[in-house]
């Protein structure tokens, strides 16, 4: 039996985009675990392909996660679209979990939404779910427990405006350009989004390197629809100037917002409104603390506004400045679900044909990679905490999974080489290691 103390060890966090130390979550009593294998975000693959071709390995993971916490039911969430997926897992389940078959709507992924979908339950505004004796863990996480060894791969979706969509399990450290080469881009010119369409970020630099949390690299053409929303949204200045010249106030991303929906105070709306009368910059303000609840899911920005404004991020340069300037929300949450919830869900298929997707294929089989990095860039935050410190310097040789940096007994995750090579290069961010090639080769074998 495996402790949190391995986990930790191991550098394990939550892979599904927030990096969570799972050591944390994993040391907490509760009553329901839920395994989160919604993946709501469109053009993403590798949890299900995770499920379909490393299933014992899960499902030891499970197992001891279930220990750890000593829950005594488990709920495997899962889009029922993928039936086939879930008539082979549902073999394996037994007497160790249940399968909850969950509609095809964005964000059925969110921790709070699929908390709600699978138990009926509603997480407290500002509460985590183990207030509700709920731990949630994603799909790949739950592999790296069951796996039992440094985090030294992450598995990701290369998909979009691609030949081959495909799912793959890479060396963390390698560079985004060397993983997308591998799916043949369409076109020379194109931007990233790393992450989901939804909820994810244009890389800058496609020479950054992968990390445990990376889920996604979705290609598209320069000019696509999502690719200008996503330049605009991240440029203040732009998001509050648009805001101010054309909000009609007609609420459509607060009756939208799934937060609101289970009685959050949330209210992009409010948000907007506040914006008009403003100087178009965002302040302190605690009528605007609301925006703290705010789950950054993307949906009313790239959903709900008819106008095609930003409320998301209006509300979150507005959660920014509130939580610097340590001002907490002092109204009333009704944490209770709105009656007409079940109609108010997004479905998958509006939110593809509506952000420009369906030309795109949507698919991605987990294929191997077969290309051998010369160097590894690890960096020293990939996780929510404190970042690793190195315990290595230029020149040393290291090993495959050899521990190169730590947090100590900070919160954080410990950092592995993935491949023995030399170091060559370190800083307060990073770790380069030039590898040997024989030991560059992502082992795809079960476990």
């Known amino acids: 039996m495996i402790s949190t103390v391995d986990i930790k060890e191991w550098g394990i966090v939550g892979a599904g985009g927030a990096g969570f130390p799972t050591y944390v979550k994993l040391e907490s009593k509760a009553k329901i675990f839920i395994v989160n294998a919604a993946e709501c975000e469109p053009l993403l693959h590798k949890d299900k392909e995770i499920l379909e071709h490393h299933t014992e390995v899960f499902f030891k993971g499970l197992d001891q996660c279930m220990a750890l916490t000593g829950a005594q039911r488990c709920i495997i969430g899962i889009k029922a679209k993928y039936a086939d997926l879930i008539q082979k897992i549902q073999s394996c389940c037994a007497d160790r979990a249940e399968i909850f078959p969950l509609q095809d709507f964005y964000p059925a992924g969110d921790e709070i939404t699929l908390i709600y979908e699978t138990t009926a339950r ?25 796996r039992g060894q440094p985090v030294v791969t992450t598995f990701l979706t290369v998909g979009g405006d691609v030949e081959q969509p495909m799912s793959l399990e890479v060396p963390i ?9 591998h ?3 369409k076109s020379d010119s194109f ?13 800058e630099n496609l020479n950054w390197p992968v990390s445990k949390t990376t889920g996604g690299l979705l290609v598209f ?3 696509h629809p999502l690719i200008r929303r996503y330049e605009t949204l991240s440029v203040e200045s732009q998001v509050a100037f648009i805001g101010k010249a054309a909000c009609d106030q007609c609420a459509m991303c607060t009756e939208l917002c799934p937060r609101n929906l289970l009685g959050h105070p949330i ?29 950054e899911c993307n949906l009313c920005t790239l959903m709900a506004c008819p106008e095609g404004l930003y409320p998301s991020q209006v509300c979150m340069f507005n959660k920014r400045e509130l939580i610097q300037a340590k001002v907490p929300y002092e109204g009333m949450a009704l944490n209770r679900a709105h009656p007409l919830i079940g109609y108010r869900r997004t479905p998958i298929k509006k939110v593809m044909a509506r952000l420009g997707l369906n030309r795109f294929v949507n698919q991605g089989p987990l294929l191997p990679f077969k290309f051998q990095p010369e160097t590894l860039t690890i960096l020293l935050r990939q996780h929510i905490g404190a970042p690793a410190a190195p315990l290595v310097q230029a020149g040393d040789r290291v090993n495959a999974e050899q521990k190169i940096a730590t947090v100590g007994e900070k919160l954080g995750a ?14 307060e961010s990073h770790i380069v290691i030039a590898t040997d090639a024989t030991e560059a080769t992502v082992n795809h074998s079960e476990g």
């Open 191 to 203: 931007a990233v989004i790393v992450g989901g369409p939804m909820m994810g970020c244009l890389a």
């Open 183 to 185: 799916a043949r881009p």
């Open 267 to 295: 209210q992009p709306h409010i948000a907007m409104r506040k914006l008009l009368f403003s100087k178009g910059t965002f302040t302190p303000d605690a009528g605007e603390a609301h925006t703290l609840y705010c789950c």
């Open 221 to 223: 053409p320069v000019d």
């Open 414 to 427: 410990e950092i592995h080489a993935p491949s023995a090579g030399q170091v060559m290069e370190v800083t």
């Open 122 to 146: 509603v997480v407290a505004a500002g509460q985590l779910p183990i207030s509700e004796e709920i731990v949630v863990q994603n799909v790949e996480t739950i592999y790296n427990v069951g």
């Open 173 to 181: 450290g390698v560079a985004f350009k060397d993983v997308i080469a």
